[in-house]
C-alpha cells in the first residue's frame, strides 16, 4: 500500500501479454497497455495534483496484488487503475459524474473493456441511481470478474494522496470530506455490502497466499 516512490523502478509498466497489440514504433506504448494508461491519465490528472497521487497508488497497489495473486490479466487491471479517476479531468466532466465521464471517453477511444471496468469501479451504480444517470450508466454493462473485484479493492485500500488505508478509513474519510449528505457519500454507504463481499473475496486469497 501506499504511493509509488519517487524513484527506482515502476512495477506497474512490465510487458504487455502477447494479446496486447504491439506499438508501432519503440516510442508510444500500445493502446489500452498499462504504459499507455499511465502516460494518459497523468496527462489528464496531473493538474489535479491528489487525484494523480491516488490514481499512481492504486496502480502500484493492483499491479502488487495481481502479482501475488497470479493474475492472468494484470495489465489490464494496471490499466484499469491508472484510468479509474480521469472522469475528475474538467475537459471530461460532461455529466460530472467521474465514472460515467472516464467511461465514455474510453469508449470513444475504443478501448471498451477499459471503459466498464471504469464506468462501474466503486459504488457508481449506485451513485448513478440517486444521481438519476442508472439508464446512461446501464450503458456500460458491469462484469462480474476477479479484475473488477480487485480493482474496487485497491481503491479502498488508499487515500486520496495515496496514502494507506483501510476501506473503514477510506469510507470515513469520503464522508468527512463531502459530508453525510452528498450524493457521493450516501451512494458509497448504499454501494457498502457488495463492496465488502468484493474486500473479502481480495483478502481471503491474499491470505491464502501468505506462507504458512
Not at 451504480?125 to 456500460?140: G, N
Request: some cysteine.
Amino acid at each position: 500500500m501506499g504511493s509509488i516512490p519517487a524513484s527506482g523502478p515502476d512495477r506497474t509498466s512490465s510487458a504487455s501479454p502477447a494479446s496486447r497489440t504491439a506499438p508501432r514504433n519503440g516510442s508510444e506504448p500500445a493502446m489500452g497497455s498499462p504504459e499507455w494508461a499511465r502516460r494518459h491519465a497523468g496527462e489528464l490528472l496531473a493538474p489535479l495534483g491528489r487525484r494523480w497521487e491516488h490514481s499512481k497508488a492504486v496502480a502500484a497497489k493492483a499491479a502488487d496484488v495481481a502479482d501475488r495473486l497470479g493474475l492472468a490479466e494484470r495489465d489490464v487491471l494496471v490499466a484499469a487503475a491508472y484510468l479509474h479517476d480521469i472522469g475528475y479531468a474538467p475537459v471530461l466532466a460532461v455529466a460530472a459524474f467521474h465514472p460515467l465521464d472516464g467511461g465514455r471517453h474510453l469508449r470513444e477511444l475504443g478501448e471498451e473493456r477499459l471503459a466498464v471496468l471504469v464506468a462501474n469501479h466503486g459504488g457508481a451504480a449506485e451513485e448513478a441511481l440517486l444521481r438519476e444517470l442508472a439508464a446512461e450508466l446501464a450503458q456500460f454493462q458491469r462484469e462480474d470478474s476477479d479484475v473488477a473485484r480487485v480493482l474496487d479493492y485497491c481503491d479502498l485500500s488508499v487515500g486520496p494522496s495515496g496514502q494507506a488505508m483501510t476501506p473503514e478509513e477510506r469510507l470515513a474519510d469520503v464522508e468527512a470530506r463531502y459530508g453525510a449528505d452528498h450524493v457521493v457519500t450516501r451512494g458509497l454507504y448504499l454501494a457498502w455490502p457488495r463492496l465488502m463481499e468484493e474486500v473479502a473475496w481480495v483478502e481471503a486469497r491474499l491470505a491464502a497466499d501468505q506462507p504458512r
